[in-house]
Nanobody, 115 residues
Framework: QVQLVESGGGLVQPGGSLRLSCAAS????????MGWYRQAPGKQRELVAT???????NYSDSAKDRFTISRDNAKNTVYLQMNSLKPEDTAVYYC?????????WGQGTQVTVSS
């Protein structure tokens, strides 16, 4: 059973920052690439950022230069630091891991950017 436990969403003003966390088991964390996706109302789920088990990162164009994905090996946790947030970043954010072709998702955490 693959479990991903997310935390850290909330309401923030434009230009503000939030950090999302996603905790996984040690085996999952050390073996597979993990990532963050988001889904805004009425839109398809989209990639935000990914990190391999070795720490190689990849970002969507919208996340590049504002968001940072990182790993804490001691806590088996992947973070998404989001800075300079914009109203269009409002969405439910999901942690993801693909294990042998099967996608597993966290429960989702709401991020709302509004004044």
């Amino acid at each position: 059973q693959v479990q991903l436990v997310e935390s850290g969403g909330g309401l923030v003003q434009p230009g503000g920052s939030l950090r999302l966390s996603c905790a996984a088991s040690r085996y999952i964390f050390n073996t597979y690439a993990m990532g963050w996706y988001r889904q805004a109302p009425g839109k398809q789920r989209e990639l935000v950022a990914t990190t391999t088990s070795g720490g190689i990162t990849n970002y969507s164009d919208s996340a590049k230069d504002r968001f940072t994905i990182s790993r804490d090996n001691a806590k088996n946790t992947v973070y998404l630091q989001m800075n300079s947030l914009k109203p269009e970043d409002t969405a439910v954010y999901y942690c993801n891991v693909n294990v042998v072709g099967v996608d597993y998702w966290g429960q989702g955490t709401q991020v709302t950017v509004s004044s």
